[in-house]
Each structure stands twice: as C-alpha cells, then as structure tokens.
C-alpha cells in the first residue's frame, strides 16, 4: 500500500525561527508532491507543489525534494503565529491507470509568540 | 470569482436517512473528487470523476454513491449502508492533465453528524 508518513506533532517553533516538517514516502513511482495547511475547522489550502529533485522557494516558504531517499520536506521561515496550523503532506502517483494523490495525517504546527 | 463550494457547511442525519452533499465549481476543471477526513486520520478518498459521466470508486466508497451529470457538480449521496458516516467531507477539483494536473483544490467541506 502507497503511503505518505507524517510525524503528527505537534512541532513548536518559536516566533521569527525556521520550522522544518518532514515527510517520507513508499511508492518510488510518485511523481508530483503537494504541502497544504489546514486551519482548525477548514479545509485543506494549497501551499505549493514540487515535482524535481531539489528545492523550490515561493516567499517564505521552501519544499524540497530528494527522490533517492523518498524525502519531502517544507521550511519555513520568520515563522509567525498565524503559520499556526496542520500542514499535510501529499504524493500523487499512478494506481492502475489514474493518477492518485495520497495524503499523509499532518503535522500540527504551533508558533509561539 | 473562481472557486469550489460546497453546501451545506453543517448537516445533521438521522439513522436510517440518505443525505446529500452538493459540491459545485467554476474552475472549468475535469477531475473532481470526494475525501473524508476523521481526525487523527489522513484523508481518504471516496470516489472520483475525471470526466463527465464517469466516475470510479476511491478507497473507501461502500455505503456512498456519485453522479457527475455536469462539469461542474459532483454531489454525494451518503446513503444509510454507511454505518459510521460522521466525519468532515470535503470535495476537490483538479486538472488532468497538464504540468500541474496532480494539484487539487478544496471547497470549504461539508460536516456531517449522526443523530
């Protein structure tokens, strides 16, 4: 079975530090790879996607990818109390023809002030 | 103003009751899906469309069922078969294919409780 693993947290950082959230993945066969933050209550929000190996930057935010070792990971930095949320993991891959995103639990993030 | 929605925000049923949860959007995407979302739980997929009058069964479809009569609706029918449907649903919508054909967008979710 294709998995996403997510240490659930929660992760505290303070406020103004980087915070790094990680995520593995089982299938060697995914392609693109998601990060989304969900707020308590809501629904999941898009924060970027990457698909080559390396890093790819958008504000303050920085995914990287490292496909040999099966590794996702988000920065963030000058981490502010509004980043307080869930962010998800998710890896899209092919299963049987279809194009499958698979999405990992989360890890709770919490910024101090 | 693009996007998903979904109604109804809260929805309350009865043993024994089908309800229906609408999802509509104006993105002009192909691919819409169905997830539900327990906590402590990833989401789980529930059935998905990637053109209009088809649809396939996702990981967990017993006890639900779909139609995709339109590009831009695909309600769900949680129907009485399934026995444990409290839980957070949410729908998304994507576009197949293209560069970022994988990426998937969320409507605000539908919350649903069993009485």
């Known amino acids: 079975q294709k998995e996403v693993e997510q240490n659930s947290g929660p992760l505290s950082v303070p406020e103004g530090a980087i915070a790094s959230l990680n995520c593995t993945y089982s299938?060697?066969?995914?392609?693109?790879f998601f990060w989304y933050r969900q707020y308590s209550g809501k629904s999941p929000e898009l924060i970027m996607f990457i698909y080559s190996n390396g890093d790819k930057e958008d504000g303050r935010f920085t995914a990287q990818l490292n496909k040999a070792s099966q590794y996702v990971s988000l920065l963030i930095r000058d981490s502010q109390p509004s980043d307080s949320a869930t962010y998800l993991c998710a890896g899209s891959g092919d299963s049987g023809g279809y194009q499958k995103v698979t999405f990992g639990i989360g890890t709770k993030l919490q910024v101090i002030p | 103003d693009g996007g998903i929605t979904q109604s109804p925000k809260y929805l309350f049923r009865k043993e024994g009751q089908n309800v229906t949860l609408s999802c509509e959007q104006n993105?002009?995407?192909?691919?819409m899906y169905w997830y539900r979302q327990d906590p402590g739980q990833g989401l789980r997929l529930i059935y998905y469309?990637?053109?209009?009058?088809?649809?396939q069964k996702g990981d967990i479809a017993e006890g639900y069922s779909v139609s995709r009569e339109k590009k831009e609706s695909f309600p769900l029918t949680v129907t009485s078969a399934q026995k444990n449907p409290t839980a957070f649903y949410l729908c998304?919508?994507?576009?197949?294919?293209?560069?970022?054909?994988?990426?998937?967008?969320f409507g605000p979710g539908t919350r649903l409780t069993v009485l």
């Open positions: 993105l002009n995407h192909d691919a």
């Open positions: 469309s990637q053109i209009v009058n088809d649809f």
């Open positions: 299938d060697r066969g995914s392609q693109s």
């Open positions: 998304a919508s994507g576009t197949t294919p293209g560069p970022d054909w994988d990426t998937q967008y």
